[in-house]
């Protein structure tokens, strides 16, 4: 099934957000070692990276989610409107995280991105959505909105100018993981899973692959954040958590090979 036209050029949007990031990157290189004065390092670095978040994959996923709920672009319109909120959002923080870095108007945009996904989460929870990839979205979606807790206690702890290193680096890789471990990948998983129900409706991924994912996350995160002293439980969570991985990762490449072996053999 092609794309609506309408969808087609909201992705288009997500394809011109990757070149506006890949421009930035290049920007960023060039001031290594090069006069460029018109704009700080430090500025540019958080607006490349919250504009690749909100405004390249952020932006393709909520587009590609609201677009396989199989109903015509203007009966989605809350979706819609989500989207294009998230859009403005993401523009707001690429331009004034460049110019003034961790300001008011930029910490706005942020605070309201964060907004937008939280209600477009509510939007897709409403949504009737029978499908195969149905529980990786749903996931998806709740790793995203538990990851602004990273997001807030970082703001906290600045406004209260109580900022120690491991704090602050803990509040990064916490908001980090559940997007890239969360948000990011159980989306894209999920659309995998829809397309192949609909590719080969006789297959479908191992039973157990969804369950062990979703449930390895969480403790997964401790990974990000050796350093930390933690309780022994911790660490043995830890490393039951990434064993479970490694078995769902083998399940799906066991599953993956004998698809394409048999495929071969036709």
Sequence with gaps: MQLQTNYRSLINVAILNLAIIASLGILMRYKIGFEFPFFDQKNLLHAHSHFA???WVSHALMTLLVYRLNKPFIESRSGVILIYANLICAYGMLVFFAIQGYGIISLFFSTSSIIVSWLFALFYFRQNDKSAGAPWFKAALFFNIISAAGTFYLAYMMSHKNITQHHYLG?????????????????CMGLFTDWLSKVLPEKELPKYTFPIFALAC????????????????IYVLVVVASIAQLIAWFLMIRFYYRINKKSRNI
């Design 53 to 55: 978040f909100a405004g």
């Design 218 to 233: 969480i403790p997964a995160y401790f990974l990000s954040v050796l350093w930390v002293p933690v309780s022994n439980w």
């Design 171 to 187: 509040s990064v890789y916490y908001y980090l993981h559940f997007q890239y471990n969360g948000w990011f990948f159980f989306a």
